[in-house]
């Protein structure tokens, strides 16, 4: 008892640091599946998804695919951190897969995709030019339904910036898009620490680098949201602790000169509204006559 009463201030840190890491490292665990865990989940569905990687001299992208690739593709585009199996539950949807062409990738730093030379952080338009790859495995010649969540919805927006033509619309969830009210958690800036970044995994050091370039990543996206002209829809939850609700009126003000934007609060709902609200999320994907012929099937 006496040795740790002797403790520096500086030690007690360090070990609150080290403890912290390995804490947050088990609680994310849990939103991520492992591999083991993935193949017990499809290990007896007739559904299975089908795994690509893009590799070229600067690019490692993996994504994976469900339904037919002559079917209208739907992109879905995770958050921090994360990786392809973030939809698990809309992936799984018979009434999706078995009329859309369903594309969920691993963001650039994240699951199996990276940038090669590896890198801390990839801007918006860099993530954009890189998962639209993930695009050319459809052959429909239809423009695609995007969805992005979270830190997933600016990436999303970007695409439908750069690539207009691409996009038939673009679902933004529980967006992180607003840079005056980004939030830093109080364990933030331990993360940039060599001790604690050794004990947590690697998808949690990425979101801790990009979170610090968030700001200036999103003030440069001020600039490309009226390039967007596509349908939008805009969902965000009341009891949203990670995402400031504040975020749904900035993307009113981002948008208010596209007519084709929708903007749907839900004051029940918190942060992964995908996954607590999907018939919400598959309605703005199917619309409404497309979603009651698919149900009937």
């Not at 939103?31 to 007739?46: A, F, G, P, V």
């Not at 963001?107 to 995709?113: A, D, I, M, N, W």
């Not at 993530?127 to 459809?138: D, E, G, T």
């Not at 607003?178 to 990425?206: A, I, Q």
């Amino acid at each position: 008892m006496n040795r740790i009463k002797q403790l520096s201030g500086k030690t007690k840190r360090f070990i609150a640091f080290v403890t912290l890491s390995i804490l947050l490292g088990s609680c994310f665990s849990r939103w991520i599946m492992t591999e083991s865990e993935l193949k017990e989940h499809y290990k007896d569905r007739l559904a299975k998804p089908l795994y690509h990687m893009v590799e070229n001299d600067s690019l490692k992208l993996h994504y994976v695919t469900f339904g037919a690739d002559t079917a209208q593709p739907v992109l879905f585009i995770h958050g921090a951190p994360g990786s392809w199996d973030g939809y698990l539950n809309m992936l799984d949807d018979s009434s999706l897969y078995n009329h859309y062409h369903l594309i969920s990738v691993d963001r650039p730093g994240y699951g199996k995709s990276q940038k090669k030379p590896k890198k801390k952080v990839y801007s918006l338009k860099e993530q954009a030019h890189a998962i639209v790859l993930a695009l050319k495995s459809n052959h429909s010649g239809k423009p695609a339904i995007i969805v992005g969540r979270s830190y997933g919805a600016p990436v999303a927006a970007q695409i439908v910036a750069m690539y207009p033509d691409l996009a038939k619309k673009v679902i933004l969830l529980s967006p992180a898009i607003d840079p005056d009210t980004e939030k830093f958690w109080w364990f933030s800036k331990y993360g940039k620490f060599f001790m604690v970044r050794w004990f947590l995994p690697e998808r949690m050091n990425t979101a801790t680098d990009e979170k610090y370039a968030h700001v200036a990543e999103l003030r440069k996206l001020q600039k490309e949201w009226p390039k967007i002209q596509t349908d939008v829809t805009v969902m965000c939850g009341g009891q949203d602790w990670i995402v400031d609700t504040t975020n749904f009126s900035y993307a009113k003000k981002m948008l208010q000169g596209n007519k084709n934007a929708r903007f749907i609060f839900i004051p029940e709902s918190g942060h992964l509204i995908s996954s607590s609200r999907p018939d919400l999320v598959k309605k703005e994907i199917c619309g409404i006559e497309d979603l009651k012929e698919s149900l009937g099937n």
